[in-house]
């Protein structure tokens, strides 16, 4: 239960949050339309949260033909676990990662990358597909995806606010109501805030915990180990365009070409991880 009130708390402080602003930018009527936007992203992230993400990165859905490695590694995988054969596409980049996503097991999907198929040998492929099964078992895809459609709704708001502020907005509030265009410039910091902490606040535990599922669930814990630190090296060299709403869902951090350091990242140290699995310190000759 502890996933599905995480969810509901998720989408009840979206609800809260979007008043907040309606109501900061445009008094009793904005709240009122505010309630009816955050009604429909509410219905739009809880059933359509994984084809926007799926979407985002132009993922592909791929057949057992197209792709034998990764079907036969996931038929195996779902039998074992005993939990519904998800949807598999392939994301056409060359950087390496993963991600799944959907609200339930019986409406799952796992993307895999161009990059991390030409990487990794079939073990290794096979306990990244595990670890993404391990989310989908753990039920922990739909609180990822929800909150990448909140955290992009967010920051969309945020930034729509910051052009009405540029366009006149802010110096009409400030005539209008002494403090309102205060409350909305308020709202500009705290809005892209807000979506970084619904990031933080679904990511790292559920990232450890996946990785103890997928091992369990291919009885190699290093197959998975090498492949983080495989996929750690290679993601460097080729940054993934990723965006940041939903940086979270990938089995590593994409890195986009910046660093805010540990404090904004979405996933717990790679090597940290390794050493989870493994039981000895990562060895990095990075």
Do not use: C
């Amino acid at each position: 239960m502890g996933n599905t009130f995480k969810t509901a708390f998720l989408l009840s402080a979206l609800t809260l949050l979007l008043m907040f602003i309606g109501r900061a930018f445009g008094g009793q009527n904005g709240m009122i339309l505010a309630l009816v936007f955050a009604a429909v992203m509410n219905f739009v992230a809880y059933f359509f949260s994984d084809k926007i993400a799926l979407a985002m990165y132009r993922a592909q859905p791929v057949t057992r033909e197209d792709l034998p490695r990764a079907y036969q590694a996931v038929e195996r995988l779902t039998q074992k676990i005993g939990i519904p054969m998800p949807k598999i596409y392939v994301i056409p980049s060359d950087s390496p990662n993963a991600f799944a996503t959907g609200r339930n097991p019986s409406h799952a999907s796992v993307a895999v990358t161009r990059g991390i198929l030409e990487l990794l040998t079939d073990e290794e492929l096979e306990g990244v597909l595990a670890h993404e099964l391990g989310h989908v078992n753990n039920r922990d895809i739909l609180i990822s995806s929800v909150a990448a459609t909140l955290a992009g709704a967010i920051t969309m708001l945020a930034n729509m606010g910051k052009w009405a502020m540029i366009f006149g907005g802010y110096g009409r509030d400030r005539d209008d109501r002494g403090g309102g265009g205060l409350a909305g410039l308020l709202m500009l910091i705290v809005a892209p805030i807000a979506a970084t902490l619904i990031q933080l606040a679904v990511s790292r535990s559920r990232e450890y915990q996946a990785d103890a599922t997928g091992a369990h669930f291919t009885g190699n814990p290093y197959a998975l180990a090498s492949a983080l630190q495989k996929l750690d090296a290679y993601s460097r060299r080729i940054p993934m365009q990723a965006n940041p709403s939903t940086a979270h869902l990938f089995i590593i951090q994409p890195f986009m070409g910046m660093n805010f350091g540990s404090l904004f990242s979405t996933h717990p140290p790679i090597a940290k991880r390794i050493e989870r699995l493994t039981g000895r310190p990562a060895e990095f000759t990075q």
